[in-house]
Structures are given as C-alpha cells and as structure tokens.
C-alpha cells in the first residue's frame, strides 16, 4: 500500500484547508485511517483517526470541532478538513495506515503498518 498525502499550504489563522491522502497499490481494505502531524522541534503527534469499523472517529482535544476526517471508498482517499485554523496548527501532516483495526491504541503511531510522505500546513498569524 502507498499512501500519497497533498493538500498543503499557507492559510491565514482562521482559515480552512483540506489535506488528502490517496491509497494505492491493492485492495482499499485499510481498517484505521490517521493523520499525524510534527512541528518544528517537536514530536509526532496524533491528529485524528477514523476506524472502519463502525466509522468511529476520534480527535486529539486541540482540534475537536475545527477538523474533521472523513473518507471516500470509490476514490481511496482519507480527507482531514481543517477549519478555524491557528498558527499552533503549523506543521507538515501525515497520514497513516493500518491494515487491521487500530483498536484503542490509535494513538500510537507505531500502530500504523504505511505511512504518507508528508504535507506542509502554515498558518499564520
């Protein structure tokens, strides 16, 4: 499986962007969708989920009710709209992909088998 992420840019704070990420190579049978991001300086970090099963999804705190993840099966693409964006939001996002379901360790990215080259958000002030 590859997975391409696109999207990025610069938005002023308050602004919206959409992030893609397209899946490639077999069958679109990925469980756990996720999008990661790192700053500058700083640790990976969770963003949101979206599990299959049941088409659950979960959000780091910092961003619930500004970004939503979603997905569409006849494109193979996971999307994370962000809205209300602010200058904390500033880093390069990746997605991820398990193969199986990510259970309650979603968080982890060590619990993602394919991962996403990467996109530039900034948001400025």
């Known amino acids: 499986v590859q997975l391409q992420a696109s999207g990025g840019g610069l938005v002023p704070a308050g602004g919206s962007l959409r992030v893609s990420c397209a899946a490639s190579g077999g069958t679109f049978s990925i469980e756990c969708m996720g999008w990661f991001r790192q700053a500058p300086g700083k640790e990976r970090e969770f963003v949101a989920v979206?599990?299959?099963?049941?088409?659950?999804?979960y959000y780091r705190d910092s961003v619930k009710g500004r970004f939503t993840i979603s997905r569409d099966n006849v494109k193979n693409t996971v999307y994370l709209q962000m809205d209300n964006l602010k200058p904390e939001d500033t880093a390069v996002y990746y997605c991820?992909?398990?193969?199986?379901?990510?259970?309650?360790?979603?968080?982890?990215?060590?619990?993602?088998?394919?991962w996403g080259q990467g996109t530039e958000v900034t948001v400025s002030s």
């Open positions: 979206l599990r299959s099963s049941g088409g659950v999804t």
């Open positions: 991820a992909a398990r193969v199986y379901d990510c259970g309650n360790l979603y968080r982890l990215s060590a619990r993602y088998d394919y």
